[in-house]
């Protein structure tokens, strides 16, 4: 237990900062979930449309540092990967 006045602070704004941050996790999590369901059901307008939504999402979580900029940017070039091959 924090014993100083500057540590249970420190303690208070932590558990808020890990609420936050799991909360925009999760919400990315929705957002990739759409896009998977769309592309496996073969939908690539729907999987498109879904991408575009999820894009600016993800970019502002991380800027946000809740995921890092390089998986974010993994997981939009995967998933883009798989839309691209539903066209073909």
């Known amino acids: 237990m924090a014993n100083s006045k ?3 602070k420190r303690a208070r704004q932590a558990e808020n900062r890990r609420a ?3 909360s925009q996790r999760s919400m990315v999590r ?3 979930k759409r896009v998977v369901k769309a592309i496996s059901t073969g939908d690539h307008a729907k999987a498109m449309e879904e991408f575009k939504a ?3 999402v993800v970019d ?3 800027d946000k ?3 890092s900029k390089k ?3 993994r997981l939009k070039s995967r998933l883009n990967k798989r839309i691209k091959a539903l066209a073909a």
């Open 6 to 8: 500057q540590a249970r």
């Open 20 to 22: 936050l941050k799991s």
């Open 30 to 32: 929705t957002y990739i």
């Open 54 to 56: 999820m894009q600016p």
């Open 60 to 62: 502002r979580i991380a």
């Open 65 to 67: 540092d809740v995921l």
């Open 71 to 73: 998986k974010a940017a």
